[in-house]
């Protein structure tokens, strides 16, 4: 008995003697929100991080007015980042108009006012960002529309824009 006590008083001394290891600071990533084929209809903030560099959408509603900053962030090494944006803004008919934002990827935003605009924004593209339906009509120079996105839009606008065929059912993991 006392060398069964002796042995168990001996293993909770070499534990309690450990000494846990750390390690130096790590930072936490938080998940990134700006996915493709998600449509956004409220306003707040989204990101998309990879490697050294954070992409932000933040959009704001007031009353009638939606407005979007699309930003970027670049860490180097020394840790110095750098740090450039641009954004636009749409007028709705009333606040409940069915307004969207949809992201195609996260260069590639699109912004629809729920009545007869669609505005794309290609952030650090060679694609120009603009309007692509302007009060209902198609716009010279159209680039071409999601197919997911182009579904989205009412029946009149999709009629402006090549047919598209809703997405076969994805496979599930």
Known sequence: MRA???LLLLAVAATG?????????????APDTLIPG????????????RANVTRRLTINLTGTSVSWNHSIEERSPSGVSSSSGNGGGMSLSSPGDPWFAHVESPTRLWFFDGKGTLTNDYYDESTPSGRVIFKGKLQSGAVTVPPDLILR??????KLLPPAEPPGKRPSL
């Open 17 to 29: 003697c450990r000494r846990a290891g750390t390690s130096g600071s790590t930072s936490v990533a």
């Open 4 to 6: 069964l006590l002796s």
């Open 153 to 158: 839009l009412p029946a009149e606008l999709q």
């Open 38 to 49: 998600t449509f956004i209809t409220s306003p707040g903030s989204w990101s998309h991080t």
